[in-house]
C-alpha cells in the first residue's frame, strides 16, 4: 500500500513538473491609456524617478518605503532604489534610453521577494490634442514563476497596478497649467 501511495506521489509530482515546464518561458504585460495633454506634459512625469511618488501605485502600497536615487537627476542613467514591505518589496529601476516626448525604456533589477530582472517601456504617441501612453514589461519567468503562474495571474496583478499608475499620470498630466 505504502509502494502504492509513493508511486501515485511520485507520478503527480512528475506530471506537476512537466505542466510547470510548459508554461511560457518569458511574458509580457502592456496597458494604455490616452491622455489629454501633449507628450511634452506627460513625459517628465515618468523620466524623473523624483514624480514616480506622486503616481506610481506601488508608493501607495507602501507609503513607507525607503527610496533612494543615483546618478542623473532625469532620463538615461537615472536610477531609483526602493526597499518597502512584502508588496513592493526590494530592488531598482535604471533607465536606458530616453527619447525626449516619444520613449523611456528601464531596467528593473528585483531583490525582493524574488530576485529577477525585466525591462519596462513606456511610449508617448501623440494622437491630435492628447497622448497614448503605453506601459510594457517584459522578461524571463524560471521555473518558480512559472509554477507561481500556475494560481496566480501576472498580467491581471501586474496590468492592474499598471491600469491605476497610467489614471494617476492622467490625472496629474490633464490637472498641470497649459
Sequence with gaps: MLKKILAALGLLLVVFIIIVAL???DFRIVRSAQVSAPPEAVFPLVNDFHQWQSWSPWAKLDPAAKNSFEGPAIGVGSVFKW???NEVGEGSMTIAESKPSELIRMRLDFVKPMAGTSLTEFTFRPEGNATT???SMTGQNNFI???MCLVMNMDKMVGGQFEKGLASIKTLA???PK
Design 23 to 25: 508554461q511560457p518561458s
Design 83 to 85: 526597499s518597502g514591505n
Design 145 to 147: 514563476a512559472r509554477a
Design 133 to 135: 501612453v503605453t506601459w
Design 174 to 176: 490633464e490637472a498641470a
